[in-house]
């Protein structure tokens, strides 16, 4: 081996030589030759057991001299001739070494895998036409390109529990269980509450829950997300939809500051699922079930789907189109000073939307500015204190320094009448920002844009429809200072309006300029009035995002995943 290759391992595979840094898995470096291997048991974030024998490949290593001979002369790469070991190896486990030979699709791997679906078929019930996992499942896929079409075992399966409820939000058909472990491992070592586990053994070995335990893990459903094969689903997806029928997004999650990336899967506008998404930067391969299932009030009866104009006799509100709502806060809005009015926004809107919303604090010349914060406790893992999954943007787009620090100025601004306007963006300020119906009820004008109806709204002037995080496009960056894409999954109810395209039509109607069609306009335009953008194209962005500031968060699961991987035990 040259000086230049002298921290990296040759390795031959499938009749080609790579190199690869030392301390590679055997399956990775196949992976990385371009060669799948294989696996059901094996996951780059858990440690590698080697129990589902998928993964076995041809291995060969340099032979040894016999006493008193010369060792193999290397050709002029440096290579000696291999020696091939008349057993197969498991391939999850194993690390490569110098001169290796690793054969993945030879006459004794595929014989090997052969034997291990088989054996893996032999007690699997026929449940594909009815299983959560069909579409998705590798038992299906594997089988077909690994199978040998049919079976030898004529006895009769063993029978084992099926639709077990071992949580609240998780269940198992243990017939489908191949005994890969990979919940219980995550659960050991991923959840740190390992409340799974095998019982008996040989064909009747089943896995269940310890004895007085269920799984109830606030990351529970991410063992159905691993689990190769139908054995775990998730109650609230559990016959929903066959997943070949729905659309799948790439965004991120909003319900808090870390932003984990997810795969949203919705069809006609509706959202079905909710999947973590592989970031190495951000969640990893995991997200919370509190926040993966905080969906459903996407499509409630609750949702705002036309713009609301108060009756002239105070009491109620009636349905009105774009034009005329705009046009009346237009109107209501040039008869205040700009000390007299307020604008509250959201740290849940994307870096477009306060950008656009600070062109309208400007427009108005509004004395007031802030965001609505949101803390809470942080849980050591993926769950952040910080609450709204934009704040870094809301500082560096909007100015608001503080978020909330000009709320109580706001309230007490209401109530001694200095403040008599106010505009609410993307925010419900009675029940989230300590607002209450008769503070509010002291303004001469109040404007607001929220998905839902709330007692805000009921106290509002004017009441228009906004789109929720699935309903738009946009960038945010999360609390490590990581800026990411969310990108539009659904289309909004009826006339629903993404909040930057209200402030656009707003700021219109009050005589101001228009121009702007997309978000991504409003993102080429970032760059001209914040300088951290400067030079960054939406595009660049991607589907992982770029790191964009500095800042003191860092994300617990990550700082010990990184851990464990310098400890060798996973690949990481």
Not at 262 to 291: A, C, G, L, Q
Not at 399 to 412: F, M, N, Y
Not at 491 to 505: A, F, L, N
Not at 531 to 544: C, H, K, N, P, W
């Amino acid at each position: 081996m040259s000086e230049e290759k002298s921290d990296l391992i040759d390795v031959q595979i499938n009749g080609e030589w790579h190199s690869f840094p030392k301390g590679t898995r055997m399956i990775e470096a196949c992976r990385l030759a371009g060669f799948e291997v294989p696996h059901y048991c094996y996951h780059p974030k858990l440690t590698s057991p080697g129990n589902c024998r998928m993964c076995l490949v041809e291995m060969g290593m340099p032979p040894r001299p016999r006493p008193g001979e010369d060792p193999p002369e290397p050709d002029e790469d440096g290579h000696v001739p291999i020696s091939w070991i008349p057993r197969p190896a498991i391939a999850c486990a194993n690390t490569i070494a110098p001169n290796m030979g690793i054969r993945t699709e030879s006459e004794m791997t595929e014989e090997c895998r052969e034997g291990v679906m088989e054996l893996l078929l032999a007690n699997h019930p026929l449940d594909c036409p009815i299983c959560d996992q069909a579409g998705e499942c590798s038992l299906q896929e594997f089988s077909v390109e690994h199978g040998n079409g049919q079976s030898r075992f004529r006895e009769q399966k063993v029978k084992k529990p099926k639709n077990v409820d071992i949580g609240p939000r998780i269940r198992l058909d243990d017939e489908r269980c191949i005994m890969c472990s990979r919940c219980i491992r995550f659960m050991d070592e991923i959840a740190d509450d390992p409340v799974l586990g095998f019982t008996d053994r040989g064909s009747h070995t089943t896995l269940t829950v310890h004895p007085g335990h269920e799984l109830s893990n606030n990351y529970s459903l991410n063992t159905a997300d691993i689990c190769p094969v139908g054995a775990l689903t998730s109650n609230d997806f559990r016959f929903q939809m066959r997943v070949w029928f729905m659309k799948e997004t790439h965004t991120i999650d909003t319900n808090c500051a870390t932003g984990c990336n997810v795969t949203v899967f919705s069809r006609e506008d509706k959202i079905y699922r909710v999947i973590p998404r592989r970031n190495d930067d951000v969640n990893s391969d995991w997200m919370p079930d509190s926040h993966r299932l905080n969906i459903h009030w996407i499509d409630s009866e609750a949702r705002l789907t036309d713009p609301l104009i108060r009756d002239e006799d105070g009491k109620n509100h009636r349905v009105a189109n774009w034009a005329e709502a705009l046009q009346r806060s237009a109107e209501a809005l040039r008869d205040f000073d700009g000390g007299e009015i307020a604008v509250i926004a959201s740290a849940r809107m994307t870096n477009e939307e306060l950008l656009i919303t600070k062109r309208l604090v400007k427009q108005l010349n509004a004395g007031h500015v802030d965001v609505v914060p949101r803390v809470g406790e942080p849980d050591g893992y993926l769950i952040s204190a910080d609450r709204n999954p934009n704040t870094n943007g809301a500082k560096l787009v909007l100015g608001v320094e503080d978020p909330g620090a000009s709320l109580d100025q706001i309230k007490d601004g209401i109530a001694q009448g200095r403040i008599k306007a106010l505009i609410c963006l993307q925010e419900n300020l009675v029940d989230d920002a300590g607002f209450s119906a008769e503070n509010l009820g002291k303004l001469d004008f109040l404007l607001t844009s929220y998905p839902l109806a709330n007692p805000t709204a009921e106290a509002a002037d004017i009441v228009l429809p906004g789109a929720c995080w699935a309903e738009k496009s946009g960038t945010m960056i999360n609390g490590t200072g990581r800026l990411q894409r969310l990108n539009k999954c659904i289309d909004g109810p009826g006339q629903t309006r993404e909040s930057w395209e209200i402030v656009r039509d707003l700021i219109q109607a009050l005589g101001g300029g228009n121009g702007i069609y997309s978000a991504t306009e409003l993102f080429a335009q970032l760059g001209d009035e914040v300088s951290e953008f400067e030079g960054i194209t939406f595009g660049q962005i991607g589907d992982l995002g770029i790191p964009l500031i500095e800042t003191d968060e860092t994300i617990p699961l990550l700082e010990r995943e990184a851990e464990r991987k310098a400890q060798g035990l996973i690949v990481g």
